[in-house]
């Protein structure tokens, strides 16, 4: 450890090169792949969303050995990145778990980089896990002081999982991603203001994490130093953005049971987490739905914290996309109703779906006695029965997807016939001896 370096930042740096250096475990190298597959298929299901096309054009003209996914068309590492990252926030499918939506900064950067240095597929694995490590220890260590200080964590811890994913590809040694981590803390920050009105900058803070983690990554590369306090001191990340509430910096370095990447998930549905236990339990226990007409009203009880979100509470009507996958009513309501919820173009083009405004204007939003974790759906039919639907009526609120079918869903209308060659080569891309070979797959 160099003498004057901040203990927490260089610890923090020495958890992550450890996992770097050590052979990976199986169940580490298939979470990697899963995720990867998660973040290519989401990517290329949003090519055409607002979004994703801004970003693009942002970018313009584009230079650069680096696949812009579903694109005839290359650029530079940062850019590549900051584009495939919004558009795999683009559509509400993206992974959660392991920080925040890791698979929208870690998974960009580490394919760029990957590319840019023509490093392995093991490498590119490696770094998507070091990646996930470091932004579930943030999250861990600072997300509920975050929370409660109104920031947004993909832009704010997010950069510590892209830098740390950036370092090892960049090669950096453990001094160098110690200063990427601090100067990744020096560009955080992102606002939650744009999901009441369901605006795209929530898609562009995905952009901006990753395009800083390689940022921060090129200034440590490049001999850049940092303050030893950018972590834990009095004016440091944790005192400022925590400012007020208490964070947990032994988060970072203390010993876990297990990798980050092995607690990151897939939605089963594309909306915002806070609903997703609420839709699948509906689903999972009445399938078939009711009809507006049957329903008198519904009750809908939940955590506090599932509510903590600009627009989760807002009533109808509902202007556009992000605004109906943001809401309690909507989500709930939408699923009691049968509608087609695992498609993210039902809650685009049916935002205004007078079925779901109908009931959603007979729905009462409650929050759970003592803040229980139980989730509990009332409906009330116009006969006189109560259909009462709880989460321990169902054995396991699990989150089981088929990574592999989802990516064959989004990905094949845009790579055909290279579809099942990109799912047999990251099946085995701890053998591949460049990660360009599946870049190129990618492209339009």
């Given at each position: 450890m160099r003498p004057g370096k901040s203990d927490r930042t260089t610890s923090f740096a020495e958890a992550l090169q450890t996992i770097a250096t050590t052979e990976l475990a199986p169940d580490a190298i298939r979470a990697a792949k899963e995720r990867l597959l998660d973040m290519l298929g989401v990517t290329l299901d949003g090519l055409d969303q607002p979004s994703s096309v801004v970003a693009f054009r942002s970018v313009g003209p584009c230079a650069g050995p680096c696949t812009v996914i579903g694109r005839n068309t290359t650029a530079a590492a940062a850019d590549a990145a900051f584009v495939n990252a919004v558009t795999s926030h683009t559509t509400g499918q993206e992974d959660c778990g392991g920080g925040v939506h890791p698979g929208t900064f870690v998974v960009p950067v580490s394919l760029a980089l990957g590319e840019q240095y023509g490093r392995s597929g093991k490498d590119v694995l490696s770094a998507i896990v070091v990646g996930y490590e470091a932004a579930q220890r943030m999250?861990?260590?600072?997300?509920?002081?975050?929370?409660?200080?109104?920031?947004?964590?993909?832009?704010?811890?997010?950069?510590?999982?892209?830098?740390?994913?950036?370092?090892?590809?960049?090669?950096?040694?453990?001094?160098?991603?110690?200063?990427?981590?601090?100067?990744?803390?020096?560009?955080?920050?992102?606002?939650?203001?744009?999901?009441?009105?369901?605006?795209?900058?929530?898609?562009?803070?995905?952009?901006?994490?990753?395009?800083?983690?390689?940022?921060?990554?090129?200034?440590?590369?490049?001999?850049?130093?940092?303050?030893?306090?950018?972590?834990?001191?009095?004016?440091?990340?944790?005192?400022?953005?925590?400012?007020?509430?208490?964070?947990?910096?032994?988060?970072?370095?203390?010993?876990?049971?297990?990798?980050?990447?092995?607690?990151?998930?897939?939605?089963?549905?594309?909306?915002?987490?806070?609903?997703?236990?609420?839709?699948?339990?509906?689903?999972?226990?009445?399938?078939?739905?009711?009809?507006?007409?049957?329903?008198?009203?519904?009750?809908?009880?939940?955590?506090?914290?599932?509510?903590?979100?600009?627009?989760?509470?807002?009533?109808?009507?509902?202007?556009?996309?992000?605004?109906?996958?943001?809401?309690?009513?909507?989500?709930?309501?939408?699923?009691?109703?049968?509608?087609?919820?695992?498609?993210?173009?039902?809650f685009k083009e049916s935002c205004r779906d007078p079925d779901v405004e109908e009931v959603a204007a007979k729905t009462s939003l409650l929050v759970a006695e003592n803040d229980v974790e139980e989730v509990t759906v009332e409906v009330v039919l116009k006969g006189g029965a109560t259909v009462t639907m709880r989460s321990s009526d169902m054995a396991d609120v699990s989150w089981e997807t088929d990574v592999r079918a989802k990516f064959e869903r989004l990905a094949a209308p845009r790579l055909h016939g290279a579809t099942r060659n990109v799912l047999d080569l990251v099946a085995n891309l701890e053998s591949a001896p460049d990660i360009g070979r599946l870049m190129k797959l990618v492209r339009a």
């Amino acid at each position: 450890m160099r003498p004057g370096k901040s203990d927490r930042t260089t610890s923090f740096a020495e958890a992550l090169q450890t996992i770097a250096t050590t052979e990976l475990a199986p169940d580490a190298i298939r979470a990697a792949k899963e995720r990867l597959l998660d973040m290519l298929g989401v990517t290329l299901d949003g090519l055409d969303q607002p979004s994703s096309v801004v970003a693009f054009r942002s970018v313009g003209p584009c230079a650069g050995p680096c696949t812009v996914i579903g694109r005839n068309t290359t650029a530079a590492a940062a850019d590549a990145a900051f584009v495939n990252a919004v558009t795999s926030h683009t559509t509400g499918q993206e992974d959660c778990g392991g920080g925040v939506h890791p698979g929208t900064f870690v998974v960009p950067v580490s394919l760029a980089l990957g590319e840019q240095y023509g490093r392995s597929g093991k490498d590119v694995l490696s770094a998507i896990v070091v990646g996930y490590e470091a932004a579930q220890r943030m999250h861990t260590a600072a997300a509920a002081a975050l929370y409660s200080n109104k920031f947004r964590a993909v832009p704010t811890i997010g950069l510590f999982g892209a830098a740390a994913s950036a370092s090892i590809l960049s090669g950096l040694n453990t001094e160098q991603l110690a200063n990427a981590l601090n100067f990744a803390a020096n560009m955080a920050g992102g606002l939650l203001e744009s999901f009441a009105d369901g605006t795209m900058e929530l898609h562009v803070q995905a952009g901006l994490a990753a395009r800083g983690g390689i940022t921060a990554a090129a200034l440590a590369r490049g001999g850049g130093k940092t303050t030893p306090r950018t972590l834990d001191g009095p004016y440091g990340f944790f005192s400022t953005f925590g400012h007020g509430r208490s964070c947990d910096p032994d988060a970072l370095t203390i010993k876990t049971r297990e990798l980050g990447i092995l607690s990151a998930w897939s939605k089963p549905f594309p909306a915002c987490k806070g609903n997703l236990d609420t839709m699948l339990i509906i689903r999972s226990l009445q399938p078939v739905g009711f009809a507006p007409s049957e329903i008198e009203r519904v009750v809908l009880s939940r955590r506090h914290n599932d509510y903590d979100a600009p627009g989760m509470l807002a009533d109808p009507p509902y202007s556009n996309m992000v605004q109906a996958m943001i809401s309690a009513k909507f989500t709930s309501v939408a699923a009691l109703l049968g509608k087609p919820i695992t498609d993210w173009r039902y809650f685009k083009e049916s935002c205004r779906d007078p079925d779901v405004e109908e009931v959603a204007a007979k729905t009462s939003l409650l929050v759970a006695e003592n803040d229980v974790e139980e989730v509990t759906v009332e409906v009330v039919l116009k006969g006189g029965a109560t259909v009462t639907m709880r989460s321990s009526d169902m054995a396991d609120v699990s989150w089981e997807t088929d990574v592999r079918a989802k990516f064959e869903r989004l990905a094949a209308p845009r790579l055909h016939g290279a579809t099942r060659n990109v799912l047999d080569l990251v099946a085995n891309l701890e053998s591949a001896p460049d990660i360009g070979r599946l870049m190129k797959l990618v492209r339009a």
